[in-house]
Each structure stands twice: as structure tokens, then as C-alpha cells.
């Protein structure tokens, strides 16, 4: 098969080769029928955001095999509850889709709360639901009532749309906890961390960057989160959006109703570290709060510098192939493996927007394949087409990299390696040297193939 083959018809617009003559880059499309899309579902792209909130319970309102998908397959850690880590679900069956599930949901929510106690629940509707028509949003008013607790609806349908319309389900769930909470005490220079998921710790490393230099961190949205943080994050002065596919609806939603702006930022890689403790301290005007950030900046590079140095000498000249959820990731993880001496020949994004690829187009170098919402026939032939040595993804994009013979990182929700903050790059820096540099893939036919064709 060649490059071109791998391509179907109504998607060739959305491929681009960086310094190569055509059109602009479609994006924002739905997936082409028959192309098997890395996509996930609306549900998916909702417990992406909200399942982090670990003293709330998350209730699956459909079949059994919704909940399973979403079980323990994520890397967000919690330093207290753990309700996060249940999938509760309804489990939907076949006499349910006849007569209506509204009533089992009502005696799930009723087991749930007056077990566990939790400071509020979110009840996700699933294909199903939705096509059988529950109104799941009479059922949650009437818990809130009878509980005393937020009861939350989370409208994510499958059959709606994709993943990134489950990311506004979830900040409109949010947005209806925002703004209920007593906002007493709440310092000056105060802000939300908005689409940080602490995976594997990485919100507690940003938190305590901000704290040393005299940050109040409200509430982290959603990583380790908490309902009461969330019910008062409205008396923040500032939002720090991470993932913007995710969050970026809450953070516009929250400066039209509260009047609080925000900073898109990364906490991935070298210089989008740096830049993101800066902009804070730019933003509150405070000199002392400025060199506070320098001087932490200055210390965590005159230990990180050094230990880079051995893992460029070997990996200078590889090549890299990257294809995340949210364009945000691309940029940072682009920068990282350029510290290390490496090259991204491919890059793509299941979310991203006409701006995110302008950057990328500005970033990447002349020849790089730029691609949109991408699937495994085409990801296969850039990653041959490129002589690819590694390839930075999520949990679908693995079996490709291996099935290839060649190194893979996962830079998903599933993985247990903090990687963001300085101390994540050096993470990385290991992880990918250890990859590119296993012995293993000299043993496999594909990669010598292919790296006779390179």
C-alpha cells in the first residue's frame, strides 16, 4: 500500500505535508464513515474530565460494558478518596431498554449515596439511555431534593457526537457546581488549575511549583479534585487551562459569568514549564513573585541540564512520530524531543482546531506530516513512509508502534510516569531513551525492513 492509498478520499484534506503547496488543513470534521477513527466517544471525552473528582460518585446510567471500559484505566491519583477508582454503573438489560431504566437508576443512586456519603454525584448518560429515552435529569433533580447533595446529570450520549462533545458535557456539569460555595478566605493571588488531571501525581508538582511562589491554588479541575474546592473556585482571580480541547468552554464560561480570566499554558517540556510559572507571576504584577519564579526555574534546570546531556548523545538524529487527544500535548512533547536531539516527522491530533495546526505548521520542520483525526491505516504508512524510531501516543496507538517494531510511549491517561514539570522531563528523557535504545528491536524483521528502506 502506498502513502497515498492509506488515505481515504474525503479525508485528504485533512493530511499536511509542512512546506508542501494546497489548500489550508480542514479540521473540526466528523470522522469519515468506514475510517475506524482514534476518536473515543462522547461518553469517553466526559469521564476523561470529571472522573479525577474523587469524593463524588460517578454512576454509568447504560450496559455493563460502558463502566468496564472506564475502569482503572487511569493514571489520575487522589490524596484522599478513592470513589473515583468505582465505576459504578446501572448495568442496563434488555427488559430495562423495554420498560425504561429510570426506576433502577433511582435505587442505584439511593444505594450509592447512602453508603459512601459523597459530596455530590454525576450520573453519565450512555447510547442506550439516550435512545430509550430516561429522563435522567427528573431523576437527578429529585435525588438533590431527597439528598442534599448535587446530583448531576452529564449529558454524553455516544450517538451526539465525539469525544470533544463529552469535554463540553463535563464543563457544563461543572459549571453548575462553580459558583455554589462560600469563597471566604481566598488569597489575591489565587488561581484554578483547569484541565490538569494528575495523572500519576503531576497535579501535586504544579501545585507545589505555585505554592513556592506564593500561589493559592483554589481548585484543580480535575485532577485530585474535590467538590467543596469546586463549589468555590468562582473566587479565583485567574484560570490556567491546560487542555484546552477540554476546558476551554469552562474557562470562557467563567469569565462571562465571574468576570475571570485565563491563561492557556503547558506544563510539558522544558521552555512551556518555564513560560507557564512566568505568565503567572507577569499576570499578578508582583515583582517578588517573579523572581521567586526565576530563581525556581534557575535551580530545577542547573540539576536537569546536566542529567539531559547523556540521553541527547545517543538519541540526537531519531526520529519521532506523535499523535495525542488534545494539539496542546503536540506542541510540548515537539519542544521536548527537540532538547533530546530528536526530530517529529509525524504529528497529529484527534481534537485540534485551525489555530492549534497553524502553530504546528510554524513549529514542526519542512516535510513533517500534519494530520487530523487520524486512524491506523494512515498513522501505519506515515510512520514506514518517515523510518520512524518512536512513537509517542495513547492506549489505541500502541499495538500500531509495536506491531511496526518500533519503541512506543504512552502519553495517555493510562500511564503511571509523571511527565509534566521539570522533573517529568527528565522522566521522559529515561523513558524515551530506554525505548529507542532497546536492544529488542534489532531482533524484529519489520524494523530491520524498514531500516534497510531508510
Not at 468576570?259 to 522544558?270: A, N
Request: net charge positive; proline share 4%.
Amino acid at each position: 500500500m502506498t502513502r497515498d492509498d492509506a488515505i481515504l478520499d474525503e479525508r485528504r484534506a485533512q493530511v499536511l505535508r509542512n512546506g508542501a503547496d494546497g489548500p489550508a488543513m480542514a479540521c473540526g470534521k466528523t470522522s469519515a464513515a468506514g475510517s475506524v477513527s482514534q476518536r473515543a466517544c462522547v461518553f469517553c471525552g466526559s469521564r476523561v474530565v470529571l472522573y479525577p473528582i474523587a469524593d463524588a460518585v460517578h454512576l454509568v446510567h447504560g450496559p455493563v460494558g460502558c463502566a468496564v471500559y472506564t475502569w482503572d484505566i487511569r493514571g489520575a491519583l487522589s490524596s484522599g478518596p478513592q470513589l473515583h477508582r468505582n465505576s459504578f454503573c446501572t448495568d442496563l438489560q434488555e427488559t430495562d431498554v423495554i420498560h425504561g431504566g429510570e426506576k433502577k437508576l433511582t435505587r442505584c443512586l439511593r444505594e450509592l449515596v447512602t453508603t459512601y456519603r459523597p459530596n455530590a454525584a454525576f450520573v453519565y448518560s450512555t447510547c442506550i439511555a439516550g435512545i430509550i429515552g430516561d429522563d435522567i435529569g427528573a431523576v437527578c433533580r429529585k435525588a438533590t431534593a431527597e439528598y442534599g447533595i448535587p446530583v448531576i446529570p452529564v449529558m454524553s450520549e455516544g450517538f451526539k457526537g465525539t469525544k470533544k462533545d463529552g469535554y463540553r458535557a463535563a464543563c457544563e456539569a461543572l459549571a453548575s457546581l462553580i459558583g455554589t460555595g462560600d469563597t471566604t478566605g481566598i488569597s489575591p493571588h489565587s488561581i484554578n488549575i483547569l484541565g490538569e488531571f494528575n495523572i500519576a501525581g503531576e497535579t501535586w508538582i504544579i501545585r507545589d511549583y505555585l505554592t513556592a511562589m506564593g500561589i493559592n491554588v483554589v481548585a484543580t479541575m480535575t485532577g485530585d479534585g474535590r467538590v467543596p474546592d469546586i463549589r468555590r473556585a468562582h473566587g479565583a482571580k485567574l484560570n490556567l487551562v491546560q487542555c484546552s480541547g477540554s476546558m476551554v468552554h469552562l474557562a470562557k464560561e467563567m469569565e462571562s459569568r465571574y468576570g475571570i480570566p485565563f491563561k492557556r499554558v503547558s506544563y510539558f517540556g522544558i521552555e512551556d514549564m518555564s513560560q507557564a510559572l512566568y505568565d503567572v507571576a507577569e499576570f499578578f504584577g508582583d515583582a517578588p513573585m517573579l523572581r521567586r519564579a526565576q530563581e525556581l526555574v534557575h535551580r530545577e534546570l542547573t540539576a536537569l541540564l546536566p542529567a539531559l546531556r547523556d540521553y541527547r548523545r545517543d538519541l540526537t538524529g531519531r526520529r519521532a512520530a506523535i499523535y495525542v487527544g488534545g494539539a496542546f500535548k503536540a506542541f510540548s512533547l515537539v519542544r521536548a524531543l527537540r532538547h533530546l536531539g530528536m526530530q517529529t516527522v509525524v504529528v497529529g491530533s484527534q481534537t485540534g482546531n485551525a489555530d492549534d495546526y497553524r502553530q504546528l505548521k510554524e513549529l514542526c520542520d519542512p516535510g513533517t506530516i500534519i494530520v487530523d483525526d487520524s486512524n491506523p491505516v494512515e498513522l501505519a504508512a506515515f510512520v514506514r513512509e518517515k523510518g520512524v524510531d518512536l512513537f509517542i501516543g495513547g492506549v489505541k496507538e500502541r499495538p500500531i508502534a509495536y506491531k511496526l517494531g518500533i519503541g512506543f510511549c504512552d502519553h495517555n491517561h493510562e500511564r503511571k510516569r509523571a511527565l509534566a514539570g521539570f522533573v517529568g522531563m527528565l522522566n521522559f528523557a529515561r523513558e524515551v531513551h530506554a525505548t529507542v535504545t532497546s536492544p529488542v528491536w534489532n531482533y524484529v524483521p519489520r524494523r530491520r525492513r524498514l531500516q534497510e528502506a531508510v
